[in-house]
């Protein structure tokens, strides 16, 4: 399993702004812009009026102040030109109406793929717990992370599976519901968004809990999980199956750019092996068993 957010870029990290149209949601973007702008709800009407859009203040005061959303059979074609009232750039209100429903088929993988390697959150912790079936093969995965809002108005974070088919089934466990799941089962890929139960203040943290549970497949010699940017600790535990306990277990460390090392796990009278990395750097950080 590798981790989403894979770039640094926080350019916008001190222009909220900037990042409730990056991130969203609708709401708060539209109210930064509409303050930024200092115009007034019914000076905005006006200036709607003469491009030819209806949109009453009400109406636009539910958008800001609530979880309400332009309907799509008459209100998000006015979207337009409220962008060009409050001088935003062309489309970036609309992106967000997209990115507030979970089950838009217009997004597609690639578009989730761009949007995570623009990174919001920082992990602090990554717990995972990895259990096996008898004949070595994926099991259950469940998965605590403890992430940090690098900006106002983070709501979502990002989970992405890379690995063989047939893909998990994914389900949220605590802190955090499903949005959009997007698969690409040749490529044994998995991109899903975890919809926080609120928007996130700058610096201020959250636990999410979710679970990815496996049918089928081959059997497994090792897992890892990819941590682009790093975190505070990560801690892999693995749990065997009394009928099939590994001869032997190796804790492996792949910092970017450097090489791996390894070292020798003990396997506990429970079946159990864990890895723990204190502050790991960007890397790729797992462990492999011999069976035989």
């Known amino acids: 399993m590798t981790d989403p957010f894979s770039d640094k870029d ?11 149209l990056a991130d969203g949601p609708f709401g708060r973007a539209l109210d930064l812009a509409i303050q930024r702008s200092e115009l007034t709800l ?23 102040c609530s979880d309400a959303l332009p309907a799509e059979d008459g209100e998000r074609p006015e979207i337009a030109a409220l962008e060009s009232v409050l001088s935003l750039p062309p489309g970036s209100l609309g992106a967000l109406l997209a990115d507030e429903d979970p089950a838009d ?9 761009r949007r995570m390697r623009t990174p919001r959150l920082e992990r602090l912790m990554v717990q995972e717990n990895y259990h096996l079936g008898p004949d070595f093969r994926h099991r259950l995965l469940r998965v605590r992370e403890v992430v940090r809002a690098k900006r106002d108005g983070v709501g979502r974070a990002f989970v992405y599976y890379h690995g ?23 490529a044994g890929l998995l991109l899903a968004e975890l919809l926080l139960e609120r928007p996130l203040a700058v610096e201020e943290t959250a636990v999410l809990d979710y679970e990815l549970a496996f049918h089928g497949g081959k ?9 682009p940017l790093g975190a505070r600790d990560y801690l892999l535990q693995v749990h ?53």
Do not use: K, M
């Open 105 to 113: 088929p217009r997004t597609d993988l690639a578009q989730l793929q």
């Open 240 to 292: 065997f199956d009394p009928a099939a306990v590994p001869a032997d277990c190796l804790g492996y460390l792949r910092p970017d750019g450097e090489s791996e090392t390894a070292h020798q796990l003990w396997v506990g009278q429970y079946h159990t092996t864990h890895l723990v990395v204190p502050q790991p750097e960007p890397g790729n950080y797992g462990i492999r068993w011999i069976t035989s």
């Open 42 to 64: 019914e000076h905005i009407q006006r200036e709607l009026s003469a491009r030819g859009a209806r949109l009453d203040p009400n109406t636009l005061s539910d958008w800001r």
């Open 164 to 186: 063989d088919s047939p893909l998990p089934a994914l389900t949220a466990a605590g802190g955090c519901r499903i949005g959009r799941v997007r698969t690409d089962p040749n």
């Open 219 to 227: 059997p497994v010699d090792h897992h890892e999980r990819r941590l």
């Open 10 to 20: 926080f350019s916008s990290t001190r222009d909220p702004l900037a990042g409730a």
